[in-house]
């Protein structure tokens, strides 16, 4: 088995600086370069996955193919590096905690007292390694900012394991702000003297020091830094604020960052091919046309939980050439659709959960159908687009989600009784069962009707995998009436919808999975292309 090299990236001072950017960026150099690549996100925090917290909380909760409710970091991940990741490349403390008490129970231990020191943290260490399997270089970002009390058996399992694999085989990156004071002037660097001070007292000196700030450093301030933190010179590199985050890949290249880390990890020949990635850059930040869509949502003020959706946007708008202005929509406070939804060129309703704002959106959805304005709605998008219709065109009585009204007459939306459990089994759902990991989740086939809208979209394929993250489903007892209207199902999985579209409509599309999951800088994913180009193809003139 070849020798995997591993690079442990920590933060200090703040959170939110951008750590799991800044390590992707990194996977992508180093990808491009030729070399086999993952990256592992550690999560510090108790919950067992993330999937259970409030986007208020934590943002969007990514999902791998293999169907783990994941970091939004480990998006970025798979959008820089375009790679599928798994549930091998996320775990938190409650997972790590889960297994050990889990080996306990069953006598693994051998009656031996569980301690953080070993036993946690060789479980951490072991969950590392699994995820370096085949990789020619594994980054280990650890959640959370150093100094933090939960922190430190994640700290002391990758000090411990760069001793383990010696010199050459290891480094670490430790990523700070140099914040600019303003009544001074001046960009300061005590605040990263102090982090990395932190992290010498629990035994770790970093080789890299990446300094997140809003101003360019200058020579003085990085020898400053070399010095202080005990790195080389050619280890300090910035990352100022960038207008994409696409960017910063190409701004660490040139600062030489594969040079530094080539003579850390004694690795030859780091040449990375940028150009496609250059190119679509270029288009993201300077891209020669425009156009607004809007995005009816009811978390617009946290925007962090749409990730990979705006994203996926960005990815579409960089292939078409065109910036795509979002209108962000509260649909809980939608009520002139017409004088909201006038100007734009397509209109979006994303996925979600719970009943605030659903009217909204589908007042939103009524709109872009009677006007045949370009439409994409996803997860609870689509299940919304269903119950619009039930009640618009086919007049049935009381059409709902069994989501928002579990009573209803006509419940277009509702519960199948199983779900696949964290072990792969299939359950049958009752009152009782957990909430964690108990949605339809990851990849699954969608069977794709020929002829049809999405057949064209996915360019004449008749099976494809997409991701899921859903309680609920569309009731296909309705299937035969909404046909008979020209609404169809064009997507379907072993007889759960997976698609519905309008005939006689430039584009209207309904999807119960999450296209933006699989959605990459370098390969936008079909659907969201499609839609965003049935938007530049609108003429609201
Ligand atoms: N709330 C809906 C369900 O659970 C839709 C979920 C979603 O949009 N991700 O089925």
């Known amino acids: 088995m ?75 991940y798979e959008r820089f590096l375009d790679e599928d990741l798994s549930q091998l490349n996320n775990f938190t403390t409650g997972k790590v905690y889960q297994a050990v008490i889990e080996k306990e129970r069953i006598g693994k231990y051998l009656g031996k007292t569980i301690q953080v020191i070993p036993h946690i943290v060789d479980e951490i260490k072991e969950r590392i ?48 702000l140099v914040p600019f004071i303003k009544a001074a002037g001046e960009l300061k660097t005590k605040p990263t003297q102090h982090s990395v001070g932190e992290l010498r007292r629990i035994g770790i000196s970093p080789d890299m020091i990446i300094c997140r700030s809003e101003k360019a450093l200058d020579r003085d301030l990085k020898d400053k830094i070399a010095i202080s933190c005990g790195v080389d010179r050619s280890c300090v590199i910035e990352s100022v604020d960038a207008t994409s985050i696409y960017q910063i890949p190409l701004n660490f290249l040139k600062q030489d960052i594969l040079k530094a880390i080539a003579s850390l990890l004694e690795l030859k020949n780091l040449k990375p091919n940028m150009q496609i990635w250059d190119s679509l850059v270029k288009r993201v930040i300077a891209p020669q046309n425009e156009l607004s869509i809007a995005f009816v949502g009811k978390y617009i003020d946290l925007k962090e939980s749409y990730k990979s959706l705006t994203e996926a946007i960005i990815h579409a708008g960089a292939a078409l050439d065109t910036r795509i202005n979002l209108k962000w929509i509260d649909s809980e406070k939608l009520e002139d659709v017409e004088d909201e939804l006038k100007d734009v060129s397509a209109i979006l309703v994303p996925g979600g959960f719970g009943s605030r704002g659903v009217e909204g959106k589908i007042k939103a959805i009524q709109y872009a159908r009677e006007n045949k304005i370009p439409f994409l709605g996803i997860c609870l998008g689509m299940q919304l687009a269903l119950i619009e219709f039930a009640r618009n065109v086919l007049k049935l009585e009381d059409a709902n989600s069994m989501e928002f009204d579990e009573k209803c007459k006509n419940p277009i939306i509702y519960l199948i009784d199983e779900f696949i459990d964290t072990n792969g089994k299939k359950q049958l759902r009752t009152k009782k069962s957990p ?107």
């Open 2 to 76: 070849k020798q995997t090299k591993y690079i442990f990236v920590t933060g200090g001072v703040l959170s939110s600086l951008g750590k799991g950017i800044a390590a992707a960026s990194i996977g992508t150099l180093l990808k491009n370069s030729g070399l086999k690549v993952s990256i592992l996100k550690a999560d510090p925090y108790i919950n067992v996955d993330p999937g259970t917290m409030s986007p208020f909380e934590h943002g969007e909760v990514f999902v791998t193919k293999d169907g783990a409710e994941t970091d939004l970091d480990l998006g970025h």
């Open 129 to 176: 390694k699994q995820a370096a399997t085949n990789q020619d270089i594994l980054i280990v970002e650890i959640g959370g900012t150093v100094g933090d009390i939960e922190g430190l058996p994640f700290l002391e399992a990758i000090r411990a394991l760069k001793l383990e694999l010696g010199k050459a085989n290891a480094m670490n990156i430790h990523l700070t």
């Open 435 to 541: 909430l964690g990991g108990t949605m339809r989740l990851g990849a699954y086939e969608c069977k794709i009707k020929p002829n049809s809208l999405l057949s064209k979209v996915y360019a004449g394929k008749t099976v494809v995998h997409e991701r899921h993250r859903h309680r609920y489903e569309a009731n296909v007892k309705y299937k035969e009436d909404f046909e008979k209207h020209s609404l169809v199902v064009s997507g379907e999985n072993d007889g759960l919808i997976e698609a519905v579209e309008l005939e006689k409509h430039p584009f209207f599309l309904g999807v119960q999975f999450h296209p933006e999951f699989s959605s990459r800088l370098v390969e936008v994913n079909p659907v969201i292309l499609a839609f965003i180009k049935a938007a530049c193809n609108y003429d609201n003139a």
